[in-house]
């Protein structure tokens, strides 16, 4: 017998298919079992169960905040921790002021005494503090008392202390228009005051430390 017989068993070459010799799907067919699968083209690239899609992949809702970002956190949430806040950093001025009035000899012509202008500073220290709080951490004392953050929309970053500032500025937008910015978020989609859609930002609820 040859050695390139047909008929010589030992001369074939071993069929396609055995183990040991690789192989290539043929052309037009779905890759198989222990193939590398890609994608069709145009196809953004599976995600592990579970996962979060990245931000802008399609089928997101347009504009929305970041993936993976914590639920925005609705109106109520926002005007408790904005009256907290306010509790916090102007009550103790007017209670100081009061005590002037009450050692006045006439607190119908009683002017600023000491105790109304060391509560003046207070507010001024406390509302510079809640200021850096808030761009620092997202949160200010109300805000991490009932649970919610500002953040970036984009990311999900904080601001800092410069856009924390600027971002307050502009909640004059929310009160020019018959205070109109402030029941925004109400019926947004974004929960956002005119504010939060000039400094592109949002609130977002986190859990309570």
Not at 45 to 67: D, E, K, L, N, S
Not at 95 to 118: H, K, R
Request: glycine fraction near 14%; proline fraction near 13%; charge should be neutral.
């Amino acid at each position: 017998m040859s050695f390139g017989d047909p008929n010589n068993p030992y001369s074939q070459q071993p069929p396609q298919g055995q183990p040991g010799y690789p192989q290539q799907a043929p052309q037009g067919v779905p890759p198989q079992y222990g193939y590398p699968q890609q994608p069709p083209v145009g196809m953004p690239p599976q995600q592990p169960y579970g996962a979060y899609p990245p931000a802008g992949m399609p089928g997101m809702p347009a504009g929305m905040p970041g993936a993976g970002m914590p639920p925005l956190a609705h109106w109520g949430l926002r005007v408790g921790a904005l009256l907290l806040d306010g509790l916090i950093t102007v009550a103790p001025m007017y209670a100081l002021g009061l005590i002037d009035l009450a050692m006045s000899d006439d607190p119908a012509t009683a002017g600023p005494g000491v105790f109304f202008t060391i509560g003046v500073l207070y507010t001024i220290g406390m509302s510079i503090f809640q200021l850096y709080k808030e761009g620092s951490t997202g949160q200010t004392i109300g805000k991490k008392a009932l649970g919610i953050s500002l953040r970036r929309a984009v990311d999900g970053s904080v601001l800092g202390f410069g856009m924390a500032f600027v971002r307050r500025l502009a909640h004059f937008l929310d009160s020019v228009a018959c205070y109109l910015g402030w029941l925004w978020p109400l019926w947004d989609e974004k929960k956002q005051t005119f504010a939060d859609k000039v400094c592109g930002t949002v609130v977002v609820k986190v859990p309570k430390n």
